[in-house]
């Protein structure tokens, strides 16, 4: 029994040290596993990024969230993710991807900018404005408060917040981004109908006053103060601001020529703005130039020789129907039935072409825009329309 006491005794130093050896090697080996984990994670990045390339995005994302449960502390596979996923349209996936980069604690405050940005570029094309501006206020101070600023200006004009717009824009210049004194004016000239549309002139004059001290030597402003002054029946105002655009600038004016012609009618002045639109015709030929031309002059035979020279020099489908409709007041080498025929044959055909065309990008409207529907630039839709470029 002494002799079994005896040899325990012996064996449990031997199997302390057996233990402590085994323990050692095993946290040897989970360290070096620890250590392959952000390799592994490399790899795993660089196939997602090889997937991506080669637009196969669902592979790609596998990829991606296969390297993160490898690596999760690495922020840039959050931002390759978060990426891949506004990419793809899953907005939602992604803002939960950047609210979790958001909510470490271990995060350096240069990512947290940059996952705050991300978040607001995920909010944007989600739709959610409200919380995208919060997150592009959010950002001001950091390396991303010209990009957040932009930002702002752009989504307080989709929804129309203008004042809110006009205060971001001053923000602009204030940070030496430029001038923004032509968008500003476009600012209050969309307060001037919104004050007009609930019925306070003083607020619209006012704004209107402001658009044009912003911006001198804009047609928008010019344009708004006539239309108003035609609207509310003061003629000789309305005349007063025109020729000051047709001074201006010739091209923009070809926007209100034919109202022009009607008011100088109800002003009692057709035969003053008969010359100054024929001199601005020899200056520059255009068929809203032309149509005004035709609205005031009362001689068919002049009416008619005047529309063929621009059909001549410039052979547009409008030039032809307009032929076609003088000759019908003259005496026509055609019955005027076949030239009514042949007048509404060209209009149908010409009707895709007398639109007008954002030439930033490509957006048609049958009426022209300040702001372009399409990609929201400012004076971007020529005042000319596609059949005359």
């Known amino acids: 029994m002494d002799a079994e006491l005896q040899g325990l005794l012996v064996w449990v130093p031997v199997a302390f040290a057996v233990g402590f050896a085994l323990g050692w090697l095993g946290s040897r080996l989970d360290l070096r596993q620890q250590r392959r984990d952000p390799a592994f994670a490399s790899r795993a990045y660089l196939r997602g990024l090889n997937l991506l390339l080669n637009e196969q995005h669902d592979r790609a994302i596998d990829a991606f969230i296969e390297a993160i449960q490898k690596d999760p502390e690495t922020a ?3 931002f390759a993710l978060g990426n891949l996923f506004r990419r793809r349209g899953e907005v939602e996936r992604a803002v939960r991807v950047h609210e979790h980069l958001l ?6 405050r240069a990512e947290r ?4 940005h ?3 570029e995920d909010f944007m094309q989600a739709g959610l404005f409200d919380r995208a501006e919060k997150a592009w206020l959010a950002l001001d101070g ?13 989504l307080y004009e989709r929804s129309r917040q203008w004042t809110e717009a006009t205060d971001t824009a001053r923000r602009l210049e204030q940070i030496g981004l430029g001038s923004f004194a032509v968008r500003r004016a476009h600012h209050r000239c969309e307060v001037a109908i919104e004050a007009d549309a609930r019925g306070d002139a003083a607020a619209a004059e006012a ?10 030597q804009a047609p928008r402003p010019l344009v708004a103060v006539g239309q108003r002054a035609a609207r509310r029946g003061e003629a000789p105002e309305a005349l007063t601001a025109w020729n000051e655009l047709l001074a201006l600038n010739p091209s923009a004016f070809s926007l209100v020529a034919t109202d022009y012609a009607r008011e100088a009618v109800e002003a009692g002045q057709a035969e003053e703005a008969f010359a100054r639109l024929l001199q601005a015709f020899r200056r520059e030929p255009g ?26 020099e410039h052979p547009t489908l409008g030039a032809a129907l307009m032929r076609l409709r003088a000759a019908a007041t003259a005496p026509p080498p055609l019955d005027a039935a076949a030239l009514q025929g ?23 409207a049958q009426q022209h825009f300040w702001q372009c529907p399409g990609c929201l630039g400012w004076d971007t839709l020529p005042p000319r329309r596609m059949e005359e470029t």
């Open 76 to 78: 840039d596979l959050h």
């Open 103 to 108: 909510q470490r604690a271990d995060l350096p």
């Open 113 to 116: 900018d940059r996952a705050q």
């Open 118 to 120: 991300a978040l607001a």
């Open 142 to 154: 950091t390396a991303f408060t010209t990009d957040a600023q932009l930002a702002l200006l752009a």
């Open 207 to 216: 704004a209107l006053a402001e658009a044009r001290r912003l911006a001198p």
């Open 287 to 312: 068929l809203d130039l032309l149509a005004a031309l035709e609205a005031l002059d009362t001689d068919p035979q002049r009416r008619a020789e005047r529309v063929q020279q621009q059909l001549r």
């Open 342 to 364: 042949l007048a509404d044959a060209i209009d149908r055909a010409g009707r895709p072409l007398r639109r007008y065309r954002c030439a930033a990008c490509g957006f048609e």
